[in-house]
């Protein structure tokens, strides 16, 4: 069974930073997932991809509203996913989850998710 474990949320002021870990249980499993990423949800809102790496390709893919603001990253060895936010806006406000896409086969999709962790932007 793998788990994500989200942390490094809370309160921040516009403008300022927050940097966001997603731990994996499964040892390997951030190395080898075909994409891992982050989603975030707002209260009555659609949940919404933030930012995924694409393993095949080596790339990394951002929604247009935070490019330039976020960095996704990934450290194999400690087996963990980071989200570097800077110059966090109120809109940012939501829970944000990890996620792993596992595709076996080339057809068959698992996808496993974090607890979620929840960013407040708010002065």
């Known amino acids: 069974q793998v788990q994500l474990v989200e942390s490094g949320g809370g309160l921040v002021q516009p403008g300022g930073s927050l940097r966001l870990s997603c731990a994996a249980s499964a040892s390997g499993i951030i190395s080898s997932g075909n994409a891992v990423g982050w989603y975030r949800q707002a209260p009555g809102k659609q949940r919404e991809l933030v930012a995924t790496?694409?393993?095949?390709?080596?790339?990394?893919n951002y929604a247009d509203s935070v490019m330039g603001r976020f960095t996704i990253s990934r450290d194999n060895a400690k087996n963990t996913v980071y989200l570097q936010m800077n110059s966090l806006k109120p809109e940012d406000t939501a829970i944000y989850y990890c996620?792993?896409?596992?595709?076996?086969?080339?057809?068959?999709?698992?996808?496993?998710w974090g607890q979620g962790t929840q960013v407040t932007v708010s002065s």
């Open positions: 996620n792993v896409r596992i595709v076996l086969l080339g057809k068959y999709e698992h996808n496993f």
């Open positions: 790496i694409i393993t095949s390709a080596g790339s990394t």
